[in-house]
Structure formats: C-alpha cells, structure tokens
C-alpha cells in the first residue's frame, strides 16, 4: 500500500505500473485520476490551494486505503494526493487499485475515492473572478459515501 501526498506532479502510467510490477496473482487494475475543472459552482476557476495537514493528512488516507483493503480482497493499493497551488487541467488524485479481479479491484478504487472526498483532511480554496473562496463539501459527495455504511 502507498500513500502520498506531494506538490509534484505524477505520472500516471509509471505509478500503475509499479503498482503492477508483473505480478501474475494481479489480474486487474482499477484506477480514477481527478483534474482541477475550469469551472466550479457556476465560476470559473483560474487557480486552486489545497492546504492540509503533514502527518495527519497521511495517516487519515492510509487508514482509508486500509478499510478499503479490509472490506475487499485487493492484492495493493497507490493513493497520490497533491498539495499546493494548481491550475485547471493539473492532475489532483490518483487512486489505483490492483486486484485479482475486475470487481474488487472496481469497487475498492470507488470506496477510497468516495471516502477521500468527505473524510480526507483537505481544504481547497479557490481563485475566480469574484475572487478567492473556500470550497465547501457537496452533498453529493456524502450521499455517495453514505452507500458504503455497514
């Protein structure tokens, strides 16, 4: 299991493939990378800060990572997170989850991302022609976590 979080840029084809490393019990990988979007809330963005807090931003992510890995029988798991300024069109996340097969490996990519969007310790503060704003939680993102209460 990786867990990071870093102001640089990734490359999503390099991390599934480490994440594979031509192990032959993987027989899927599922995988979700998020963007910033140009527009948000009906403004458009020119720039997005995601600030948060070293230490218990990684260990809130490895403890999704790990439910995750509980919930589902998954070989490993990559979570990238990116901190700092970024611009539409810059990569945010990468959630990748390598399994035996397609449904584990589906379904534990979509919890973590799920519980990433209204448990991870992030603030996201926007720039657009109104100036800057906090981004508040959507209650989609909550209702899409709330399917995965036991």
């Known amino acids: ?13 390099t991390e599934l ?14 995988s979700f990378v998020g963007f910033v ?3 948000n809330d009906g403004a ?11 230490g218990m931003t990684e ?5 999704i990572v790990a439910e995750a890995r509980q919930r589902w029988a998954i070989v490993d798991a990559l979570l990238i997170h ?9 990569q945010i996340v990468l959630v990748a989850v390598a399994g035996s097969h397609r449904g584990e490996a589906f379904a534990a990519c979509q919890f973590i991302m ?3 969007k209204t448990r991870a310790p992030f603030w996201k503060r926007e720039v657009t022609a109104d100036g ?12 899409a976590a709330e399917r995965w209460q036991t």
Not at 59 to 63: D, G, I, N, S, T
Not at 132 to 143: K, N, Y
């Open 82 to 90: 990116r901190v700092g300024r970024l611009l539409p069109g810059d």
């Open 132 to 143: 800057a704003r906090w981004v508040e939680a959507h209650a989609a993102d909550e209702q």
């Open 44 to 54: 458009g963005v020119s720039e997005m800060t995601l600030e948060h807090y070293p």
């Open 114 to 116: 799920d519980y990433l």
């Open 59 to 63: 260990k809130a992510l490895a403890a």
């Open 17 to 30: 493939a480490a994440l594979h490393r031509n192990d032959p019990q993987i027989g899927a990988l599922a």
């Open 1 to 13: 299991m990786v867990v990071r979080v870093q102001e640089t840029d990734f490359d999503v084809g």
């Open 37 to 39: 979007r140009e527009m």
